[in-house]
């Protein structure tokens, strides 16, 4: 009788441990899609320039149409719907919020030193650049308070080179 | 004898614990290795403007040398294969879709422990997203 009860409280912790990796694999997974949707966001940011400044030789963004295409990007990867709140499918439960922060010709003096005072990314911007910052929420963990206060914020930054 | 019986038992119940995990590990790196493909394929249709027959027919190469167990007609693969251009300003309609799927043949790995049918022991792995192009209009 005593192995039994031993044997069931081992197979019940076993259990715990499993779950608790599981959904730490698991938020690891997202959290590296999570780190590819920021890179598109940037990227997509980037794409939008001021056609007047760049006949004058100048890199400016077109902050207006970079914030259209950062949101689209975001709503497809994270799964959202267009105030950003995840979707049922959605891996993530929380209000994805996001900072986007562009340096370019018309604000920058280069070389200029960056910190996201959210994810202490750091960046020397040099050229103009798009850094974007997401701000996904907590994680998906069935066992509550052992590390699921935890947020995913991912930073990532796409520079214009070579014009 | 009974102890030699109770803990064979437990043995047998715990097996269950390392074998899902490594059942979890070899899933989650096929995942990844997916993941890197479609990244490959989708950078490349980027400066392509859409998804072209090579970049479509390398991308499937790529899994299935990856993937022995996927054949061609596994994988699904919706795609935008007109050119798109950049421009200057979002227009959904210029963007460079993909949606690219994969079986994945086990997620339980004791699924009658667990009352699990082998037609439900399955799932698919998904990249769907969009890019925008690079290419110019002229």
Known sequence: ?163 | MKNFLAGLAIVVLLMVFPLQSALEISNERRMQVFSDIVYTAVQTSRFDGYFKQTTIDKLKNDLISQFPDLSDGDIYCNVTTTKKYRTSVFDERESINYDIRIPIRKIVAAPAFWGISDSDNKATAKRAGFVLSEVLAT
């Open chain 1, 1 to 163: 009788m005593k192995a039994a009860l031993f044997g069931v409280a081992v197979f019940f912790f076993s259990l715990f441990v499993w779950l608790f990796c599981h959904d730490y694999n698991l938020n690891h997974m997202y959290y590296m899609q999570l780190r590819t949707a920021v890179e598109e966001a940037s990227v997509a940011a980037s794409m939008f320039t001021e056609q007047t400044e760049e006949k004058e030789g100048r890199i400016v963004f077109n902050q207006v149409e970079g914030h259209e295409a950062i949101k689209a990007m975001l709503e497809t990867m994270l799964r959202t719907d267009d105030s950003l709140n995840p979707s049922q499918e959605s891996y993530w439960q929380d209000k994805i919020t996001y900072n986007a922060y562009f340096y370019d010709d018309s604000n920058t003096i280069y070389p200029l030193s960056f910190t996201d005072s959210d994810t202490g990314f750091t960046f020397e911007v040099k050229r103009p650049t798009v850094i974007v910052t997401v701000n996904a929420g907590k994680a998906r963990y069935t066992i509550k308070g052992v590390i699921d206060d935890t947020i995913n914020i991912r930073s990532a930054a796409h520079e214009i080179v070579g014009y």
